[in-house]
């Protein structure tokens, strides 16, 4: 089991998080979110869930006070296509 954990926020602004493996309810993906905006102020910060992500979903709704704001259509890298995407803001 792994964890990869990519920071490129000063680069691109973008922050990806992902966990390979069976990490069951150890929370990585929140506690590194958590830990990120306790260094980061910038802010407005958009995220960008896949429909169907309901553990990405979850992260993003225990962090701070990331709400949801609407949906968009995006490109799925790991599905090579267009899906439904949820966007979440933390002002």
Known sequence: MEVLLSLLWKAIQKLLI??????????????????????????????????????????LEKCESFNKVGSDIGFANARQMEIEEFIYKLS
């Not at 992902?18 to 958009?46: C, H, M, Q, V, W």
Request: aromatic fraction near 12%.
């Open 18 to 59: 992902g966990l390979t493996g069976n990490f069951g309810d150890r929370a990585f993906a929140t506690k590194a979110l958590n830990e990120f905006l306790a260094i980061e102020s910038i802010r407005p910060i958009i995220g960008r869930v896949a429909f169907d992500n309901f553990g990405s979903q979850k992260v």
